[in-house]
């Protein structure tokens, strides 16, 4: 096995990921590679298993068959020995607590101040003390240009103060990896611009990512790699610039029509 | 006074002829309750005294109601302890009923069928069978078992061994009763509860890492209370009131301290109005509780949280005196 400190390994390696919910197959063997540091936008049409695809990869749902590597790591398995263990789940939260999500419904915690929203994984999963889990909090609400909200509550903030807040939640885990599901498409169009800023922001500082979205303006100028999926299988990829340009398949060509 | 352009025009409010009726019809109906509440008996003597020589004779009355009877025994030693008694049961009854509860609820939403079955079987059991049954079956059991003892069956292992006749006392006996029935209905209020809270933070909770149990009572949790608190309120007001069937098990709370006054004195009435007071005093003062708990759960759930019965009565007597100042304008104008 490979060690994880090697930096010219990706950060995500799929090979043939399978998933069904009962007898539909949802993911039909998707390849995918994501390397250190760079942006990859997933793209593709509704139901076609984007949301899915992320939700294995940080082990919110369990893939059926493939390779499904992250940083290296075997999603939920650990091999020893020539033989693959399952990880308890004590050890799948500890992985997942280094996978940042950020989610299309921004799903911050209702009953928590803004502060609060930043502060509590640090202090319950990562065992961060108050005051340092506050100060970064507070650093990462600068970040993402909310330092007046710590004490509002979300249902007191715009979309997209909520889905800015939600980014920072997610990095106060201090992620090597973050994943946004759609993050722009519950907003006002006026809005999306604020939450894409602090994105682009975040990938210019090196940080991996990989974003679902149907934004092509953000896939043609920050990602560096961009993966048409579509009815479970991946198909067609490469450099944005260019695939979003001269798309090869019909479907691509079809769904880039709607899309654009 | 609403201007139109240059011209101002009076607005006549409509005049709501049906309110005035109902009010009037309302407030007669009120007069005689209190009438007939603060009304005097005669007892069937007579009172006679002289002044000046003439012998003066008066028949002598009584409150109808007895209040004089009410007011001599309402702070009395034996109607206090029952209260007492009554209090110390609705609090640890409903303090069973909550937790077990919220623990049914949590089993009920388990991924094991086993442990999900019996959630529900208990809560079929407990629900489906009167109170008053469930109290004299408890009241009854320790002639069925005089000792229990926790182990594992067919193995020689012993967890706990419980002296049931001693158990068993007549308050303890209501405590069990009440608590474990109180559960049955608790853990579907937990319920709904639970499932109420959005999926999207779970989701969430979970991707930052959280085990289940925290997600349990970091997230959801608190956000359950909010749909928790009412109907537990309810519950707390139900139970206070249902501790008055421990008398089935032979416990002397509040009702049954009135009930041994009057079947000692007769003042059937008098005593019954005692114990309802005081019913009516310890709802008042959880209803109020009540309000400030959902006030505080309701935290980041509404953008504006609703006023305080205080808030609201002194925007009320404004609304009034603002309406009666613009009646009178209103009057002078025309
Ligand atoms: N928990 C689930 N149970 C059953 N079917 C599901 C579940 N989650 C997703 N699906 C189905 O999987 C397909 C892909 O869903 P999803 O990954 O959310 O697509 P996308 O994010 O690309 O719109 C959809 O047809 C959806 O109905
Ligand atoms: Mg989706």
Known sequence: ?260 | MMTNGDDAVEVVPVRHVGRYVAGFVVAVALAMLVHTLFSKVPTGQVSCHATAGARHCHPITNWRFGWNVVFHYFTSREILSGLLVTLELTAIAMAIGISLGLLIAIMRLSHNRLVSATAWVYTWFFRGTPVYVQLLFWFNIAALYQTVTFGLPFLNVTFAHINLVAFFTPFNTAVVGLGLNEAAYMSEIARSGLISVDEGQIEAATSLGMTRSQTLRLVILPQAMRVIIPPTGNEIISMLKTTSLAIAVSLVELLGAATNIYSANYEIMPLLIVASLWYLIVTTVLSTGQFYVERHYAKGALRTPPPTPIQRLRNDVRGIAAKFASGRSTARAS
């Open chain 1, 1 to 260: 096995m490979t060690t994880p400190m090697d930096a010219t390994m990706p950060m995500v390696e799929a090979h043939g990921v399978h998933k069904s919910y009962g007898a539909v197959e949802v993911l039909r063997g998707v390849d995918l590679t994501v390397a250190r540091g760079e942006v990859t936008c997933l793209i593709g049409p509704s139901g076609s298993g984007k949301s899915t695809l992320l939700r294995c990869i940080n082990h919110l749902e369990k893939h059926d068959a493939g390779e499904l590597r992250v940083d290296g790591h075997l999603v939920g398995y650990e091999a020893r020995e020539g033989k693959l263990y399952e990880r308890n789940d004590k050890q799948i939260c500890a992985e997942r607590s280094r996978i940042g999500m950020v989610f299309q419904r921004f799903n911050l915690f209702q009953h928590l101040t803004v502060l609060d929203n930043v502060t509590i994984g640090q202090v319950k999963v990562r065992g961060v003390s108050n005051d340092a889990a506050a100060v970064r909090a507070r650093e990462l609400l600068a970040r993402v240009g909310l330092v007046d909200k710590e004490k509002n509550y979300p249902s007191q903030l715009s979309g997209g103060q909520q889905q800015r807040v939600a980014i920072a939640r997610a990095l106060a885990m201090e992620p090597k990896l973050m994943l946004f599901d759609e993050p722009t498409s519950a907003l006002d169009p006026e809005l999306v611009g604020e939450v894409l800023d602090v994105m682009k922001d975040l990938a210019k500082s090196g940080m991996t990512m990989i974003v679902v979205t149907h934004e092509m303006g953000f896939a043609r100028e920050v990602a560096n790699s961009l993966y048409f999926l579509d009815q479970g299988v991946i198909e067609e990829s490469g450099n944005p610039r260019e695939v979003l340009v001269n798309p090869r398949s019909a479907r691509l060509q079809s769904f880039l029509s709607k899309v654009l």
